[in-house]
T-cell receptor, first 116, second 113 residues
Framework: EAGVVQSPRYKIIEKKQPVAFWCNPISGHNTLYWYRQNLGQGPELLIRYENEEAVDDSQLPKDRFSAERLKGVDSTLKIQPAELGDSAVYLC??????????????FGPGTRLTVL | DQQVKQNSPSLSVQEGRISILNCDYTNSMFDYFLWYKKYPAEGPTFLISISSIKDKNEDGRFTVFLNKSAKHLSLHIVPSQPGDSAVYFCAASIQNGNEKLTFGTGTRLTIIP
């Protein structure tokens, strides 16, 4: 069974440039999460989707970050414009609705963003 | 405000010995706790969990202990193997269906052959 797929794996951009990350969850998983992991820290939730609906985006910096999950499958996370402090690993995870919190979350390998 | 804390950034243990990783939390509403393991360039993978109605959960070489009064949990790995070398994250959640995880900062475990 294929896991959560993310691309690109690495991205280097200059500040003020836009950037986008893509995630393909595990087939059949209706819940999708985007996390940000800063260096030396644990992952922090940015946004959670149930199918197409963003049900928790309280931690998403909406002035520069946006996300979408068209058709309830793939998702993209965008930053525009990027700032130096956005350098981090962006993790996507998915789970099947109804699973115990955390137990059923499967993470992708992440996209390491470096903003120069 | 760090609600889940892992105060040891790193830990080295000899192969075959016991590894003990610790985690403290401050939010008394947390009622479900998890440990994740992370290898370099990979995403975290679920390892073991425990509900607040229990004080111990065991899965093979891995055991998690929960002390609710002290707001403390620990992960024991016995015996430690070289493949256990990774970063371990403690995470906590409130079982109201929102599946939100709050992670600690991680402990890098190195198993010395």
């Amino acid at each position: 069974e294929a896991g959560v797929v993310q691309s690109p794996r690495y991205k280097i951009i200059e500040k003020k440039q836009p950037v986008a990350f893509w995630c393909n969850p595990i087939s059949g998983h209706n819940t999708l999460y985007w996390y940000r992991q800063n260096l030396g820290q644990g992952p922090e939730l940015l946004i959670r989707y149930e199918n197409e609906e963003a049900v928790d985006d309280s931690q998403l910096p909406k002035d520069r970050f946006s996300a979408e999950r068209l058709k309830g499958v793939d998702s993209t996370l965008k930053i525009q414009p990027a700032e130096l402090g956005d350098s981090a690993v962006y993790l996507c995870a998915s789970s099947f609705d109804g699973g115990l919190a955390g137990v059923g979350q499967f993470f992708g390998p992440g996209t390491r963003l470096t903003v120069l | 405000d760090q609600q889940v804390k892992q105060n040891s950034p790193s830990l080295s243990v000899q192969e075959g010995r016991i590894s003990i990783l610790n985690c403290d939390y401050t939010n008394s509403m947390f009622d479900y706790f998890l440990w994740y393991k992370k290898y370099p360039a990979e995403g975290p993978t679920f390892l073991i969990s425990i509900s607040s109605i229990k004080d111990k959960n065991e899965d093979g070489r891995f055991t998690v202990f929960l002390n609710k009064s002290a707001k403390h949990l620990s992960l024991h790995i016995v015996p430690s193997q070289p493949g256990d070398s990774a970063v371990y994250f403690c995470a906590a959640s409130i079982q109201n269906g929102n599946e939100k995880l709050t992670f600690g900062t991680g402990t890098r475990l190195t198993i010395i052959p």
